[in-house]
């Protein structure tokens, strides 16, 4: 398989990227989506990410606005280390013989750059650096540059970012693009290769989807002949059917309600939104109010799937009705699939010593997964009983013993409490803590 690797650039650094990207024809395509402004990243990943396998950015900058927007896809860009920073180094100094100290630069850690000028023997004290993470505005790097410039602190000025370049040039003031070299973009395209092999590896998993719809048999009696619980198993299974057709798949009828499906974890995540577990969860729910839910499952072998979907399947049986939970081949759970609220937590733990407390404490590491889920989707990284209670589905007495317990244990800290809204006691806020 070639993965599709879209490219998100300037032209220049688009260009070379393509060029070396020739280097590995037989194993990507390189898809190039060339912008005037950094911030044309935002649309053309939204735009282009059902398209594109993985992607690779020119710089920091565009990396970091596609990483807003969410994008599920592997996405790396080229480190500007020390040999794409010497080039303009020795340009400053050598070439056009300008004191270090007088040249404004941005971008760079701190430490990538002053270990570049100690292995190059410049000096490099007081050095007008703006070093970030992520994404500045090119509006505030113009600024910096042109604001030192005028004041009579710089003589020229060097930036990682193409616009900025063009921007401080249209003004008369000397300045050095620092660019990525071929080494670094090489660097980056070999990682590109390696995940769309490992991409390839999951998509090929298989995937085995349980659907199970408790006691059918109980509709006899209810006003209901046999003649019309069979009706019902034809209607669910034309339903299943037509679910299974989108996905390439084949699907088996066990009986008494129960079916399983086998297509591929590609098929599965690629499928469109008709194909997805929740919207056939409606469509059961049109035909039937037996309590239905749906278990899934990857795993390298049939038997791994197959397994993990019965592991899912019993968890969103204890989530409640009508609902869809997913077991990937790492034990991963997610779910309930495509609902409000929907949260994701591990069943696995390697750490001895938080499972012989999770046992004194009485709480399973799948419970102490959840809540930390929970509090991951809260996002204030802090939880309370109520919270608990709402998102887990139980009551807040059990919730407020739960807590309890693993404070008592040492796996959750009160951190706080909140006034209510109506009378009653304070409610304890707490912070429960990473698994190692």
């Given at each position: ?51 594109i396998d993985l992607w690779v950015f020119s ?306 590491i799948t419970t102490y997964n959840k809540l930390l889920s929970v509090q991951k989707n809260l ?58």
């Amino acid at each position: 398989m070639i993965a599709r690797v879209g490219a998100v650039g300037p032209k220049d650094s688009i260009d070379l990227i393509r060029e070396i990207g020739q280097e590995f024809q037989d194993r990507l395509t390189i898809v190039p989506f060339v912008y005037q402004n950094v911030s044309e990243t935002a649309n053309i990943v939204r735009r282009e990410e059902h398209h594109i396998d993985l992607w690779v950015f020119s710089g920091q900058a565009p990396y970091a606005i596609a990483q807003e927007q969410n994008i599920k896809q592997t996405a790396l860009f080229p480190q500007l280390n020390g040999s794409s920073l010497t080039k303009v180094l020795l340009e400053i100094v050598y070439r056009d013989r300008l004191q270090l100290g007088r040249v404004s630069f941005d971008t760079i850690l701190p430490e990538h750059f002053y270990e570049t000028c100690a292995e190059s023997d410049l000096a490099y004290d007081a050095i007008p650096l703006l070093s970030y993470t992520g994404f500045k505005p090119t509006e505030e790097l113009v600024a910096y540059h042109s604001g030192l410039f005028a004041q009579g602190k710089v003589d020229a000025c060097a930036t990682c970012l193409s616009r900025v370049y063009e921007e401080l040039k249209s003004r008369g003031i000397p300045v050095y693009r620092i660019t990525p070299n071929r080494m670094t973009i090489r660097t980056m395209l070999h990682l590109a290769s390696t995940a769309g092999e490992t991409m390839h590896f999951k998509k090929s998993q298989i995937a085995v989807m349980f659907i199970d719809i408790e006691e059918p048999e109980k509709l006899i009696g209810q006003n209901k002949s046999s003649y019309d619980v069979r009706r019902l198993d034809l209607q669910l299974q034309e339903t299943i059917l037509g679910h299974v057709e989108a996905l390439s798949g084949s699907f088996v009828a066990l009986g008494n309600g129960k079916y399983i499906v086998f297509t591929t974890r590609g098929a599965f995540e690629t499928a469109e939104e008709s194909a997805h577990p929740s919207v056939l969860l409606e469509k059961i729910a049109l035909l039937t109010d037996l309590k239905t839910n749906i278990g899934i499952g990857f795993g390298v072998t049939a038997l791994a799937a197959e397994r993990n979907a019965q592991i899912a399947l019993q968890h969103a049986k204890k989530t409640g009705n009508f609902c869809a939970i997913l077991v990937t081949d790492t034990g991963d759970i997610e779910g309930p699939l495509r609902q409000t609220g929907s949260i994701n937590f591990n069943y696995r733990t390697e750490d001895i010593k938080t499972s012989e407390l999770l046992k004194r404490a009485g709480v399973t590491i799948t419970t102490y997964n959840k809540l930390l889920s929970v509090q991951k989707n809260l996002g204030q990284n802090s939880i309370s009983a109520p919270d608990i209670a709402e998102w887990l589905g139980m009551t807040k007495r059990n919730a407020r013993r739960i807590l309890g317990d693993l404070e008592e244990h040492g796996l959750v800290e009160l951190i706080g409490e909140e006034a209510p809204t109506s009378r009653g006691r304070p409610r304890k806020i707490f912070r429960v803590k990473e698994l190692h």
